[in-house]
């Protein structure tokens, strides 16, 4: 909570030097892990996803996006369809903290000010970094390396978005994300030490999806839309 503090005082603060419309609020949703522990459903969320989110809507066709995501990304085999990995048995947690930055394009016109009910889809990519703790797995047990690693990665999100009670706007969003690391579910181990006990396809990076949804609030001046 403190770096979501952190984020929207920051953004607050940008706001009065800025004549476009913004957005700030809340995610809310789930998250789940694919890879080489567990399940490979694409859109099967186990665990809760909380976060903040800020909009600087450029156009009425774009706006550019930051957000901050906490979730505890988790992988059981024994909920896997693939008898070999539920024979194996292995389980793991790790929590997880994303910031993102990116563009959201819109397929209709998204005027705030236009005084009418608003609705459209929209897409959504950029560039993630997340934070996640260093695993190994010994003798079948997740085991702690005792240290953190970043993984950068690209955001993949299709969502609708829709006006709400006054300046609020509620979106619906499904979000997958390729990262450039096979490490966040512990068989490819950071520590050299631990590398005989790597495991699955070392080949096939990590991915991760949250599903869920965004409410945010907008304030500041009418926007002109103009390109300069």
């Not at 579910?185 to 006990?197: E, F, I, M, R, S």
Request: proline content about 3%; some cysteine; overall charge negative.
């Amino acid at each position: 909570m403190r770096y979501i503090t952190i984020i929207i005082i920051s953004i607050l603060s940008i706001q009065y030097s800025h004549s476009q419309i913004n957005e700030l609020g809340v995610y809310v949703g789930g998250s789940n892990f694919i890879g080489d522990v567990g399940p490979t459903n694409y859109i099967s969320p186990n665990q809760l996803a909380l976060g903040a989110v800020y909009r600087w809507n450029r156009s009425s066709r774009h706006s550019y996006r930051a957000a901050l995501i906490f979730t505890d990304l988790e992988g059981d085999d024994l909920k896997s369809d693939d008898p070999r990995r539920t024979q194996r048995g292995y389980n793991f947690t790790n929590k997880i903290i994303e910031a993102s930055v990116g563009m959201e394009l819109t397929f209709f016109d998204f005027d705030l000010h236009s005084g009418e009910k608003l609705a459209t889809p929209y897409l959504y990519s950029g560039i993630t970094v997340a934070n996640y703790d260093d695993y190994y797995f010994q003798n079948g047990v997740q085991t702690s390396e005792n240290a953190s690693s970043w993984a950068f990665g690209i955001p993949m999100a299709i969502g609708f978005k829709t006006t709400f009670i006054d300046n609020f706007v509620l979106s619906l969003e499904v979000g997958a994300r390729y990262t450039f690391t096979d490490a966040i579910d512990g068989n490819l181990p950071n520590n050299t030490n631990h590398l005989a006990n790597r495991f699955g396809n070392i080949n096939n990076n990590d991915w991760y999806v949250f599903s869920g949804i965004i409410l945010t609030y907008t304030f500041g001046q009418n926007p002109c839309y103009c390109i300069n």
